[in-house]
């Protein structure tokens, strides 16, 4: 029942919901590259003091000597976007609130590999052998799921009931193997955009559950998805890619040494809201918490009264 309603609902106010299709194109096209160059990108807001991130970096690029190595900090991010994209998109970039920096670098990612291609891996993550070995001569997009089966290393990881349309599973993002110009790159640049525009804390939340839909995998995965039987790419599992997702071992965040305040635990919303989202969030305030209060008592009740099987 809640099922439909929620269907229902996004088909008379779709500004509500995120990940819809963009209506307007927004991003100059960039000519599309036949080939993943061989740049290596990592991103961190600021100075890298842990050592033990500075240690696997030296040792990514030693096992990469062909590879051009480009690390950006927060001010290189913005400097980029605004030579590349403009004003708007950097206005954009800047509304997603500071403290939550892995959603700075989410966006920052998608713009900057459309543009340049490449590959990118998380400051946390790095690659087991040569990325030379990993690459197919016609790879121009390299796509990947978790190991999320049970009894597998990561068991139910990146599962989305966001996702139950769009196979179930995110891409993973925190690698992108790309070839500049790929047309499902700028598709998720202009769903991130989206999500920008009509984010409402009330409705889309803060902290990790923000983040995954807004910026993060749901929104890759979903723009992905819609795009993926149109345009050139290859989907592998991840042991065969050498990656490892975290240096620190298999927890999915990264120490408290390398961030301050993790983003899952942010309180405030992710997104510096217009005045129209301001109003939006007071007005659905109260309507959703009422229809959270129903759905779970509805649901309490008809699970008391089912009978045993």
């Known amino acids: 029942m809640w ?27 960039t000519l599309t590259g036949d080939r993943i160059p061989r740049i290596l990108h990592q991103t961190f807001s600021g100075t890298i003091n842990n050592e033990h991130i500075i240690r696997s970096i030296a040792e990514l690029r030693l096992r990469n000597p062909g590879w051009d190595y480009r690390f950006y900090d927060n001010a290189a991010r913005e400097k980029f976007i605004n030579d590349e994209y403009g004003s708007a998109v950097l206005k954009a970039f800047r509304r997603i609130r500071p403290e939550y920096g892995a959603a700075r670098a989410d966006f920052f990612r998608y713009l900057l590999l459309y543009r340049k291609g490449g590959v990118y891996l998380d400051i946390k993550s790095t690659a087991m052998r040569s990325l030379d070995e990993v690459l197919l001569p016609g790879d121009v997009l390299v796509l990947s799921r978790w190991l999320n089966a049970p009894g597998q290393q990561f068991q139910g990881t990146g599962i989305h009931d966001e996702l139950r349309d769009y196979g179930g599973s995110e891409f993973q993002q925190w690698h992108i193997m790309v070839a500049p110009g790929h047309p499902l790159m700028r598709a998720v640049i202009e769903n991130v955009l989206r999500n920008i525009s009509v984010y409402v804390p009330a409705m889309h939340g803060v902290g990790r559950m923000a983040v995954i839909g807004v910026t993060g995998p749901i929104a890759y995965t979903r723009a992905i998805y819609r795009g993926l039987g149109m345009f050139p790419h290859r989907i592998t599992e991840q042991e065969s890619l050498s990656l490892v997702y975290s240096i620190f071992g298999q927890q999915v965040d990264a120490p408290a040494d390398l961030t301050q305040k993790h983003y899952s635990l942010q309180t405030k919303p992710l997104i510096r809201l217009s005045l129209r989202s301001h109003i939006l969030n007071v007005v659905l305030f109260p309507v959703l918490a009422f229809v959270r209060w129903v759905k779970r008592n509805v649901t309490t009740h008809y699970s008391r009264r089912a009978p045993l099987r």
Do not use: G
């Open 3 to 29: 099922i439909r309603i929620k269907q229902a609902a996004e088909v008379a106010f779709p500004f509500l919901f995120l990940n819809r299709p963009a209506s307007v194109s927004t991003i100059q096209p």
